[in-house]
C-alpha cells in the first residue's frame, strides 16, 4: 500500500484494520459464539480502557513507520519484541522464566534479528523518526500482549468477544486522531481517486484479522510468551516471501 504514489497514512490504515477487525470478529461471534459471548452488558469497560489505548497506540505507530522505515527495518526491531513481553509477563502477570528460558529467548530475538538484516542491507531505509515510531510499537505491543493474556485468562471472555469490544473502543482513539489531524478527509480523497488502495487495504486487513485471531488462540491457550515466539519465528517466512515477492539482489 506504501508503495502506492501519494498514500502515506498509517493512521488511516490502523482506523480501517480496527474497523474490519469488529466487523469480522462479530460475524465469527454471532457465528460460533455463545450467549454469554454474544451479551456485551457485562463488559468490564474499565478493564478494556488502557488495553485499547495501548493498542491504538500500538498498531498506528507500526503502521505510521512505515512511512519512514521499508518493512525489513521494522521486522528487525520487532523480533526484539519477546524480551520485553517476558519482562513485562513478570509484572503483569507474575510469570517467572527459568536462566535457560531467558537464554533461548536472547538466542531467537538475535537469530531472527541477523536473517532479516540480510534485506534490510540489501534495500534500507532508516529514519530516525520511524525508529522511534518503531520502539513504541514494540513496547507497546510487549504491553498488550500481557493485558490481552490476563484479560482473556482472568475475564474468562472469549477471543472474539475480546476483539470486538477492545478494537471498537480503539478504532475510536485512532477516529478522534486522524479527524483532528485532517488525515481522513485527505485519505479519503485518495482512496476515492485510487479505488485499488481500497481493495489492499480490505485484503491486508482480511488476512491481519486471520493472524490476530490465531495470535490470540495462542496467548488463550499457551500464554503470552509463546505467541511471541510464534511470531518471532514466523518474520523468517515474512522476509523470505518478500525476497520472492519483490525482486532484490542478495547480498554476498
Known amino acids: 500500500v506504501f508503495r502506492t504514489p501519494g498514500y502515506d497514512y498509517g493512521w488511516f490504515m490502523t482506523f480501517c484494520e480496527l ?4 466487523i469480522f470478529a462479530r460475524i465469527e461471534l454471532e457465528i460460533q459464539g455463545s450467549a454469554d459471548d454474544r451479551n456485551f452488558k457485562g463488559v468490564p469497560i474499565k478493564q478494556y480502557m488502557m488495553l485499547t489505548l495501548v493498542l491504538a497506540i500500538t ?3 507500526g503502521s505510521a513507520a512505515l512511512s519512514y522505515v521499508n518493512m525489513p527495518v521494522k521486522v528487525v526491531l520487532k523480533s526484539c519484541k519477546l524480551i520485553p513481553t517476558m519482562a513485562l509477563g513478570i509484572l503483569i502477570i507474575h510469570r517467572s522464566y527459568s ?3 531467558y537464554v533461548a529467548a536472547v538466542m531467537l530475538c ?3 534479528a541477523l536473517f532479516v538484516l540480510a534485506d534490510a542491507t540489501v534495500s534500507p531505509n532508516f529514519s530516525p523518526t520511524g525508529i522511534m515510531l518503531l520502539a513504541a510499537a514494540v513496547s507497546g505491543d510487549a504491553l498488550t500482549v500481557n493485558m490481552q493474556e490476563k484479560i482473556l485468562n482472568l475475564l474468562r471472555c472469549s477471543k472474539e468477544q475480546m476483539l470486538v469490544v477492545s478494537n471498537l473502543m480503539a478504532a475510536g ?3 478522534v486522531l486522524i479527524i483532528a489531524t485532517g488525515e481522513l478527509s485527505k485519505s479519503l480523497k485518495l482512496v476515492s481517486s485510487t479505488p485499488k488502495i481500497a481493495v489492499m487495504l480490505l485484503l491486508q486487513a482480511l ?3 486471520l493472524s490476530v485471531s490465531f495470535y490470540l488462540a495462542l496467548i488463550q491457550g499457551f500464554g503470552g510468551v509463546a ?5 518471532s519465528v514466523r518474520k523468517v517466512f515474512t522476509v523470505s516471501i518478500s525476497f520472492i515477492v519483490f525482486t532484490k539482489p542478495f547480498t554476498p
Open 19 to 22: 474497523v474490519i477487525f469488529v
Open 59 to 61: 498498531q498506528g505507530c
Open 99 to 101: 536462566a535457560l528460558e
Open 110 to 112: 538475535v537469530g531472527v
Open 173 to 175: 482513539w485512532v477516529l
Open 207 to 209: 488476512f491481519q484479522y
Open 227 to 231: 505467541a511471541v515466539c510464534v511470531t
